[in-house]
Structure formats: C-alpha cells, structure tokens
C-alpha cells in the first residue's frame, strides 16, 4: 500500500490534488484509515495516477477524464481515441483564439504613442558607500533572470533618483528589491537614470566593493562604469526596457510573522515538500514548500497529511536563496491571500525585501 504522499511523489498528482480527485470520485483510494482518515494507494493504482496527472496536464476536463478513465481498461478503444482528439481539437481552437487576441495586444501595442523623450538615460554621476553598494547589490543578484526569451530581465536595474539608487532583478517568479543612499549631480541638477546593467557586469562590480570607502558610478547613453579607485568595471548597459517595478511590488497587506532565520531555513531544507510539475518539456519538477502562520504567529511547513486550505505553496530553492540574501538572523515573512506574492522583508528596512510569487496546488 502507498500513503498519500508517497502516490503523490511517484505519481506527479500533488496531495490536494489526489485528496480533490478522491472527493469528486475518480481515484479513489483503496483504503481509508476509520481512525485517523489516511488514505492509502494500491500499487496498481499508482498506473491510472500518471496517467491522470498527464491528461491533468493537458488540461483535460474533469467530466471527460472520468469517462477516459472508464474506458481505459476496455478492449474497444474508440471512445479513449474519440476524447483525445476531441480535447485536442479543442486546445487548437483555444489557441487559435489566443492568437488571435494576441495579434491584437501587439498591433495596439505598436500603435502605442510616447509623448515625450524619457530621461531615464541622462548622463549622471552617482557617489555612494561601497559596503551600501555591495549590500544593495547581494540583497538583488539572486533573482535575475537567466531565461533567454527574456533578455530584459537578464542583469540587474540602477534605477538612480533623488540621491537614492534603487537595484532590482526579476525572473517572473521572485523580485527583489534593494537601495542605497548617495549623491550625485546630471542635467538640470538631480541625477535621473535608469539602466539595465548586464548580470556579468554587475558581478564584475560587485568583485571591486571593498567593506568601507566610496565609488563612483558614470551613466552616460548606454554605457555605466563604476570607479573604485585603483579599479574600475565599465560596459554597455542592456538595450531594453525594464518593466516598471513599482507596479508589480504594491501588494495588498498580509498577516506578518517574524521568524528565526536559521532555524526557519533548517525547518524548510528538511522540511516536507511537495512536487509541482513544469510545462516546459524536459524541465525538472519543482520542489515546493506550503507555508502557513500558526495560531502562535510562528510560521509552519505543512506536512503532506495537513489541511493547506490556507497555506501558500512557494519554490523552495527560491524561499532559501531570499533567506540567504536577506543576509539577517530575523526577517518578516508577509502572507496574503494563497495566490498573492510573499513577502520577505527585513527588520530594519522596509526598502529591502524581496517577493516569491505563489505557486498553485494542483487541484
């Protein structure tokens, strides 16, 4: 016999989902414990679990799924064959659809009008600590993007105002968020500027930062340095657009909890996970943590057998890496509802913080 975490590790079907497809009758276990209500697998069931988790995966509707199951033992099968190609005729017409409205978001967006010259490439220079730079730096570096459709997002945005200087790195899945003070002087008296520095650049900066002492960072067209006396690092800067991060940080207020990061990071490592799957052929499951505040405002791994109604699933290489980067013994985790974005904040600063973008359970 197979626990439910076990079926669900070696099925692909996540435990909320086979605890859903018990309930709506089409994987039902072969034995309920009368005491304590665990499910349990028999191991010829665990054939008819993949393949639900791939029909699952292909986005096929509950009601046909049923039937396909019904008839996937039989002798005869026309009706398995009928309802395949009847879900795929009908992701064909979905994506025809799709494409059409696609087509349409890019014609307006070609149409789009810019009313004025951006001066987020002025020409500026922009003194600040090495130590706050290196800070500013490592709280972000983790959560560039390395995806290749995506070069935008390939490196770290300076965004430089008001004698702040902002860096930001985004992958889609997590942001993170970091500033340091400074000043600096570009056209019209206050530096403006915003670019995209090349992660292997922002590295390469990164090696110059000693723990004390300022350096000088040079903006002009599209190209940034960064003076550290003795040394410099300089290169183009990358010739995108970066999306304007401000939106994508205003999140509704959550429930806080304050939590140990040591002993929190060893809760997580060795922790329970659960697997989601990645549509993306060939791609590795992603392991993934479901977190949830306790009634004593500490904050719990769920285990496969618990009721996570209200927990939030989240990668847990991406959880680890923003602990690490939140370099502190305590940061505030901030939940809001399961499919809005964690926050990890520190305790001293509510201008370094990263976000985790949820990941569904599979249902």
Sequence with gaps: MLSIGEMARRSGLGVSALRFYDGAGVLVPARVD???????????????????????????????????????????????????????????????????ELSTVRALLDHRENPMASPLTASVRFTVGASELAAALDAVRFAASTDPELPMLAGVLFDIEDGTLRTVATDRYRMAVAQARGTGDGPGGAPRAQVIVPSPLADAMRALLGEGGSVELTVEGGHVALDAGARQAAGQCLDHD??????????????????????????????????????????????????????????????????DADGIAVNRNFLLDALAAGARDRLVLEFGASTAPMAIRRTDSEDAYSILMPVRLDN
Aim: hydrophobic share 40%.
């Design 34 to 100: 009368p005491l304590n209500g665990y499910r349990w697998y028999a191991s010829d069931q665990l054939g008819e679990a993949r393949l639900l988790a791939r029909l699952r995966r292909a986005g096929m509707p509950l009601a046909d799924i049923r039937l396909l199951l019904a008839g996937w033992s039989s002798t005869d099968t026309e009706l398995v064959r009928r309802l395949l190609q009847s879900h795929l005729s009908r992701l064909e017409r979905d994506l025809s659809d799709a494409r059409r």
């Design 242 to 307: 970066f999306p304007d991060y401000r939106r994508l940080v205003r999140l509704p207020a959550g429930t806080r909890a304050l939590v140990d990061v040591p002993a929190f990071r060893q809760a997580v490592e060795n922790g329970p996970v659960r697997t989601a799957d990645v549509p993306e052929p060939g791609a590795a499951p992603r392991d993934l943590s479901v977190l949830k505040v306790a009634g004593d405002g500490t904050v719990a791994v769920c285990a496969d057998g618990d009721d």
